[in-house]
């Protein structure tokens, strides 16, 4: 049987690493400085160097399922993601940071399901985004509004780590929360301000928020009511 994986290992090393290799040798002599930290989700139409035509030594990457941001406060289980986010933040001073879901996500959709009881980690995984979850039967535009709203949760999240929100309140760091359309080949940027995902086609950032400073009460924050009271199903 052909090894397709070893072909490409070594296609990588033929084709590929010739073009880069002055760069890959400066991000080692030099060391990284990406800038920008991106969770997304680890579903493979998700291809993050794509969408922002980043290359080696830009982006520092966390993947998971359905871009989630466990808590800071350390719930055992969860300390893979929460490493990287405090590594990027405080050693590497990143400025970016994005969460990338995208729509027809397995993680969120079995939000709505049976998880089967051998999964158990995945099981407790996904409950980072039940808050998402709305009250409804799933449908395309319930699943959608869910991965949109997850991404504004994991976003008030991480506002949660104190080194995250220090650095944003400083205006240091920006928080940006995209909602990948596979299908349309567009990203849709949170604004903050209008309270809703905009096209990054017709939008004037790359995504804002939510950077709101009044507290939390009861364990909802105003801007995710924002985004709440947005939903109208149709
Ligand atoms: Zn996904």
């Known amino acids: 049987m052909p090894d397709e994986l070893l072909s490409r290992l070594r296609r990588f090393n033929t084709d590929f690493f010739p073009q880069y290799q002055d760069r890959f040798k400066d991000l080692v002599e030099q060391g990284q400085h990406p800038t920008t930290l991106f969770i997304g989700c680890s579903d493979s139409r998700l291809v993050p160097y794509m969408l922002t035509g980043a290359g080696p030594g830009e982006l520092f ?24 986010i405090e590594y990027a933040v405080l050693a590497l001073n990143v400025q970016h940071i994005i969460v990338c879901g995208h729509s027809h996500c397995g993680g969120i959709r079995a ?15 996904l409950e980072l985004g039940r808050e998402a979850c709305l009250p409804v039967q799933l449908s395309d535009e319930a699943l959608h509004r869910t991965e949109e709203r997850s991404v504004v949760l994991q976003l008030e999240r991480l506002m949660d780590y104190p080194m995250v929100r220090s650095r944003v309140e400083r205006g240091e760091l920006a928080l940006h929360g ?31 928020g939510p950077y709101s400073l009044t507290p939390v009460h009861d364990g909802v924050s105003p801007i995710f009511n924002e985004i709440d009271e947005a939903w109208r199903p149709r």
Not at 196 to 208: D, L, N, Y
Request: aromatic share 12%.
């Open 61 to 84: 990457l966390v993947r998971n399922v359905a871009a989630f941001v466990p808590p800071y406060d350390g719930s055992a289980g969860h300390h893979g993601t929460a490493a990287a």
């Open 111 to 125: 939000l709505y399901g049976e998880v089967p009881d051998e999964a158990s980690n995945l099981k407790a995984w």
């Open 178 to 208: 995209w909602h990948y359309v596979i299908e349309a080949g567009e990203v849709n940027v949170f604004d903050v301000h209008q309270g809703r995902f905009v096209p990054a086609s017709s939008s004037e950032h790359s995504g804002t």
